[in-house]
C-alpha cells in the first residue's frame, strides 16, 4: 500500500544534518519583563516533529509570552530555544515558524491580496511563488471576494482569518496559532480546522492555544498545562483525565488549575 497523504510532502520533517530534531526545545526558559513580572519560570518543554500540541492555561499564565519568546518578538531573561535543532533567533529558524498571533496587527494601509503579497516577499518567495500562494490562501480562508479590501474594513472574523492565511504563506514547518479561533464564525471554525488537520497530516507540526477545551480535547496528541509561568503537566487527553482521575479535559483543567 502507498502512503496516501494528501499533498505529497510526506511525514517525516526534512531536517539539516538527517536527524530528528524536536521541533521544539525550551531549556530553562524564564522571562521577566521590566516591570518584574515573572511571566515564565525556568520553563522546560519539548514538542515533536509532526506533533499537534496544544497549550492551555488562564489568562495570564505565559502562553503568549513563550510564544513571542520563541518567536524571537521578546528578548528573553534566561534559557535556551531551539527550533528544529537552531537557536530561535536565527534566520533559518525564524522561516520555519508561521504565527498567528493572539492580537489582531495587519497593516491598516495594505489590502488582503497585499498583505499576502508583501509577507511572501519577507520571506523570500518569488513573486510569481507569493502570488500562487496567496490566490491559494485567499481561496482557503474564503477572502478572494475581499483581495482589494483593506484591513480596516475587514469584519473581525475576517481579519482573523487573514493573520492565519499570512502566517501559512511561506509554508512553515512549525505553526504557531496563539488563539486562532477567537471571533471565527462556526462554520469557518469547522473550515479552518480541517485546513489544519490536512497541514499536520502532511507533516507540519502545530502549536495550538486555546481557551475552548473541547476543541484541544479533538484536535491535539498532546497537551500541556502551565499556570503562572511553569508547566503544571503535559500529557495526551486521556493520560490527564486517567492522572486526574476526571471525565473531561474540562474537568482536568478545573482540577489542575484549581485555586489550592
Ligand atoms: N509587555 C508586557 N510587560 C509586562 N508584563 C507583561 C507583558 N506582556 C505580558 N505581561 C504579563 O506576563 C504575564 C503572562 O502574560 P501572557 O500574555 O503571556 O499570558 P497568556 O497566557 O497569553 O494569557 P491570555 O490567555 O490572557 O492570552 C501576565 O502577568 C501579563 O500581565
Ligand atoms: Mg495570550
Redesign the pocket.
Known sequence: MSDSSENGRGRSPETPGGGRDPALALAALTKR???G?L?LDEFDLTIEAGSFFGLL??????????ISAVCNLIRITGGQIRVFGEPHSTMLARRWIGLAE?DVNLDRFLDVRETLLYHGGYYGLTRAEAQRRAREMMDVFDLSAKAGTRAPKLSGGMRRRLLLARALMHEPRLVIL??PTASVDFELRLELWRYIRRLHGAGTTILL?T?YLEEAEELCEEIAL?RG?RLIARDTAAGLREAYEADSLADVYVKAMGTG
Open positions: 519583563y521590566d516591570d513580572v511571566a492555561g488562564p489568562n495570564g499564565a505565559g502562553k503568549t509570552t513563550l493572539q496563539d488563539e492555544t481557551h502551565i509561568g
